[in-house]
């Protein structure tokens, strides 16, 4: 059987003449959390949004649970894919329970399940309060919630952690890694190595539009703690180019 539930081919995004993404190559296996991680501007929102349907790649080809993504997401695939953004797309003047029941109506899924999502991501006190009240930290659990109305076999969060306390991610956190046991696929972008290092499975590094290494965090962490890291390249064209951009 094939475990493959994400596979990304030479992803190229061009905007006005700008190479956002310079042919992005990754597999992620069903049950895998798979972080993408790299500097500002290295291009892991854009490879998040064109694998939600929000942005159409300019070449490469995309697959997900076997299915090759032409144009936007096929409806049946839409509410197999829970997705959280970077920043917040809730409706602020509407309480936290009309935010998830205009979203459940809107994906014509069932609601019952967001009175039981608010109590678990500890939002069941403030259920009535406008989004508007709401810290970061509560607007991205909101923001979780939402993603998972539909019971999705795949999350795709776009730093789901930016910007919050410590302990706000860590609920966070744990949260991802509880969604993990229950056998979901995560794809996550974050800035930070440590919490690639506490989530994922497998890292690619991004920078520059392109996946320059794919690898367990372990591997990671323990050439930066021998104050060398260890790339094992996917591609080995831009080897200078990659060493000037790691040396800045
Ligand atoms: N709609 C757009 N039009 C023009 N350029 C864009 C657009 N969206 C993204 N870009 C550019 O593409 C590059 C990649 O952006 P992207 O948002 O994917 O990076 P990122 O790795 O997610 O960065 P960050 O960590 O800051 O969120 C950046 O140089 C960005 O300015």
Redesign the pocket.
């Known amino acids: 059987m094939n475990k493959k539930i994400i596979e990304i081919k030479n992803l190229t995004?061009i905007?006005?003449g700008?190479k956002?993404?310079n042919g992005i190559n990754l597999e992620v296996e069903k049950g895998e959390i798979v972080g993408?991680l790299?500097?500002?501007?290295?291009?892991?929102?854009?490879?998040?949004?064109i694998l939600m349907g929000l942005?159409k790649p300019t070449e490469g080809s995309i697959k997900i649970m076997g299915e090759k993504i032409k144009k936007q997401l096929p409806t049946w695939l839409k509410n197999k894919i829970g997705v959280v953004f970077?920043e917040s797309n809730l409706y602020l003047r509407l309480n936290a329970i009309d935010n998830l029941k205009l979203f459940a109506g809107i994906n014509n899924v069932n609601q019952s399940k967001i009175k039981e999502l608010l109590a678990e991501y500890h939002l069941e006190a403030a259920a009535k309060r406008e989004i508007r009240t709401f810290s970061k930290g509560m607007k991205k659990r909101l923001m979780i919630c939402r993603s998972l109305i539909a019971e999705p076999e795949i999350l795709i969060l776009?730093?789901a952690t930016?910007g919050l306390d410590p302990i706000s991610a860590e609920i966070i956190q744990q949260k991802v890694l509880a969604l993990k046991k229950q056998g979901k696929t995560v794809i996550l972008?974050t800035?930070y190595l440590e919490e690639a290092a506490h989530l994922c499975d497998r890292v690619a590094f991004?920078n520059q539009?392109q996946v320059i290494a794919v690898d367990k965090p372990a591997a990671f962490k323990k050439g930066l703690k021998a104050k060398f890291l260890e790339l094992n390249l996917t591609n080995e064209n831009n080897l200078e180019k990659i060493i000037d951009d790691l040396n800045n």
């Not at 790299?38 to 949004?49: D, E």
């Open positions: 995004k905007f006005s700008f956002a993404l993408l790299g500097p500002n501007g290295a291009g892991k929102t854009t490879t998040l949004k942005l970077e776009d730093e930016g972008s800035h991004i539009g």
